[in-house]
């Protein structure tokens, strides 16, 4: 029985570690405040990257999984879509996470995690869609 209590004290403590290690990676490298009342939980433990941030990795792992899928150049375009209307559609998508940063920068307005995990999710897939869509033409410009 005791080595038992030992082992679940190891088993926690391990957990314990590996969580202390990931926010300290994400508050260092990610640059994540780590807000506790804007992050999610699993149990007892807070998510290493606050609740927009956490949208715009998710977004941002969208864009290159889907990119690939969706990008048909013909000649070159996008997502089926002209250059010119992608150039136009994709910062569209940065909009709502700037309206809802700066409208809880500057007012009373406390946004909730769903809304920030949605701007997040929306920022993270154009920024990187934009960034991909980029080489892309460059490549097929000058190659």
């Given amino acids: 029985m005791e080595n038992q209590v030992t ?3 190891n088993t926690a403590s391990r957990r314990d570690r590996r969580w202390i290690f990931w926010m300290e990676f994400c508050g260092k ?3 994540c405040h780590q807000m506790p009342e804007r992050s999610f939980f699993l149990g007892s433990y807070q998510f ?3 609740a927009r941030c956490t949208g715009i990795q998710i977004g941002r792992v969208l ?3 889907l990119f690939p899928v969706l990008n048909i150049p013909v000649p070159f375009a996008p997502f089926g879509i002209p250059l010119e209307v992608s150039l136009i559609v ?3 998508l940065l909009l709502p996470l700037v309206i809802d940063g700066l409208t809880q920068r500057f007012t009373k307005y406390e946004s909730n995690n769903l809304k920030r995990v949605i701007t997040g999710i ?3 897939y154009s920024t990187v869609t934009l960034i991909l869509t980029g080489i892309v033409y460059l490549i ?3 190659a």
């Fill in 48 to 50: 290493p990257l606050c």
């Fill in 140 to 142: 097929a410009k000058f």
């Fill in 122 to 124: 929306l920022w993270g």
């Fill in 7 to 9: 082992q679940n004290s």
């Fill in 90 to 92: 994709l910062p569209l």
């Fill in 63 to 65: 864009a290159v999984l």
């Fill in 29 to 31: 490298y990610a640059r």
